[in-house]
Structure formats: C-alpha cells, structure tokens
C-alpha cells in the first residue's frame, strides 16, 4: 500500500503496465498524438468550469513541488499502443515532477493521477458512469473519481463522488451539507449557488479561482484606494483647518504679546508716574519743612526785632529822661 504525503490518503499500487526505466521511452518509437482532435469541452460553461477548476487547484497545491495538477490532456496508458488513452477534464497527481507536459504517459511517470473529475454532459455522461469509470477503477487505479453535472439533468444527482475499493467504485457519502469529500485532496466538492466549488473543510471556506481572487483583490484595492482618497481629503481639510488654528493661534498670540507689551507700558508709565508723584510729594514735604523753617525764622527775627525795638523805646525814653534833667530851667 501507498500514502499521499500531503492529504494522507491510503491507496493501492497502480497496476498498469509497471513502470520502465524512463529512457525506454526513447527506444518507443509509436506516434503518441497531443490531440484527439476533438474540441476542449462542449459548451462555454464546461470549458470555463474545467479552466476554473485546474486554476483552483494549482493555486491550491502551487507549494508541492511533486504534484501535476492539468486536464483535457492526452493520457495514454498501454505502451505503444496510441489509442489506448483519454482525455480527464481535470487530474491531480501526486509525487511526480511538476513540469508541463504535452501528453502524459503512465509507464513514464510511473502512476496514474490520484484524482479525476470530470464534466458530465448530455452526450458524455452515459460512457462517464460506464466505460470511463470502470477503466478508471480497472485498468488505472485511479483512486478517486468526481462527476459534476453542470446542467443539472443527466447524471443522478448533480454531483458524484467514488472512492477505489479495490477494483471497485464505491460512492463515497455525502456530508450533510451535500458536499463530497475528496481524501486525496483534503478538499470537499461542493455545490455553490448555481455552480459549484472546492471546499477547505480546516479553514471552513470555498476556495476562489485565481480570477476571483485577483477580482476581490481589485476590489480591495479600489476600496482601500476609496477609503484612503477620504482619508486623503479628511487629512486635507484637517491639515487646512490646522492651519487656520495656527494662523488663530499665531494672531492671538500676537495680540496677547501686543496687550502684554501695553500692560507692561501701563505699568510702567505707573511706576513713573508714581515715582513722579513720590517726588513730587517729597519735594512738597522739602518745601514745606523749608517754609516751615523760614516761618520760624522770621518769627524769630520779629521776636528779636520786637525785643531790639523795646530795647531802644526803652533806651529813647531814658535818653529823654536824661535830657530832661539835664535842661535848665526857661528864665522867668
């Protein structure tokens, strides 16, 4: 028995033509056609479901480097015998070398894909459940094998899952949901809307074409480009109206600094003033002392004058008296 590394998933060896040695391939000199001449799918939506899908699941394994996710391939499965083959609308095989190929060869790659769906329509899905499935199961060994019906009408129900038991089919049973579960791809199938998808059941999320993704990513970006062209604006009219509180800010510091100059020019014309006033008020009290002084020394010099003038009144009417005594008397 074999295991899948990257979705540990147990299955039997392959038992077709064993594998040879990879330069016998050059010793066969058959003519191996790229093409069947037969168109890539019937309708637009099979071959878009068939494009969507191989995309999906190399974005999906894109990290292993030994995996050959393709389809609508030439795979020829009996050496040296060229109509020996079919054409799998999309495979997955693990543990080969990812490389592009033209054709794919079982004997050179030494196994059959691990996984193959295919796209059931009106005139495919009869040999889808017949001859197609049993030389799948019989002579590939492939071990699990998806049909989905794209129009909804030929196959028994929509979507179909088998699982190799050993050369037998088994339906594997669908989850509750309706999904289908593919061991070998760790995925789920899934209807979705009125398509379907692969389902990561760990991650609980559909996965996206790369398409749709690289759409979701535009609009993304075109929604995060929207948001910061607001934010862009929003910035602008902060920054403008910033710029208005500054050229605010500035004037009224201005105007503080011009009010805080005249008050401190008030105050000092007050001191000055006060000064001045101090000065004056000394000045006054100067003068005032002065002609206090002068007062007292004018009454004091009117005193002495007073005190002189008794003094010499006093002296006259002594003088008088002395020449009074001294006068002779008038002859009779």
């Not at 809307?193 to 996206?208: K, N, Q, V």
């Not at 609009?219 to 403008?240: F, H």
């Not at 002392?289 to 009454?299: G, P, T």
Request: net charge negative; hydrophobic share 40%.
């Amino acid at each position: 028995m074999q295991t899948n590394p990257h979705t540990a998933a147990v299955y039997p060896p392959y038992r077709g033509t064993p594998p040879l040695p990879y330069e016998l391939a050059f010793e066969d000199d058959t003519y191996y056609p790229e093409s069947d001449g037969q168109p890539m799918a019937e309708t637009e939506l099979h071959r878009d479901l068939m494009i969507d899908s191989i995309l999906t699941l190399k974005a999906r394994f894109q990290d292993i480097p030994d995996v050959c996710v393709s389809g609508n391939m030439l795979m020829y499965y009996a050496m040296k015998d060229a109509k020996k083959s079919l054409a799998p609308d999309v495979f997955v095989t693990f543990g080969i070398e990812r490389k592009q190929r033209r054709i794919y060869r079982l004997w050179e790659e030494g196994k059959p894909p691990d996984f193959v769906l295919e796209f059931s329509s009106e005139n495919t899905f009869k040999r889808d459940l017949g001859v197609k499935k049993e030389l799948y199961a019989e002579r590939l060994g492939v071990q699990e094998y998806f049909l989905y019906d794209a129009d909804r009408k030929y196959l028994p129900t929509p979507l179909m899952g088998f699982r190799l038991v050993g050369t037998e089919y088994v339906p594997i049973r669908p989850e509750p949901d309706g999904k289908v579960f593919a061991e070998t791809l760790g995925l789920s199938l899934g209807l979705r809307g009125d398509s379907f998808g692969f389902y990561e059941p760990i991650a609980g999320r559909w996965l996206e074409t790369p398409m749709d993704e690289a759409a979701e990513r535009a609009e993304a970006a075109a929604a995060l480009a929207d948001r910061l062209a607001v934010e862009a604006g929003q910035a602008k009219e902060n920054a403008a109206q910033a710029v208005l509180v500054q050229h605010r800010a500035e004037t009224l510091a201005r105007e503080e600094t011009a009010a805080r100059q005249r008050a401190e020019a008030a105050a000092r014309e007050e001191a000055a003033a006060r000064q001045r006033a101090e000065a004056e008020r000394q000045r006054a009290e100067t003068a005032a002392e002065r002609k206090s002084v002068e007062a007292a020394e004018a009454d004091a010099r009117a005193d002495q004058a007073e005190e002189e003038l008794a003094e010499l009144q006093a002296a006259y009417r002594q003088l008088q008296l002395a020449l009074n005594r001294q006068k002779p008397p008038e002859a009779e």
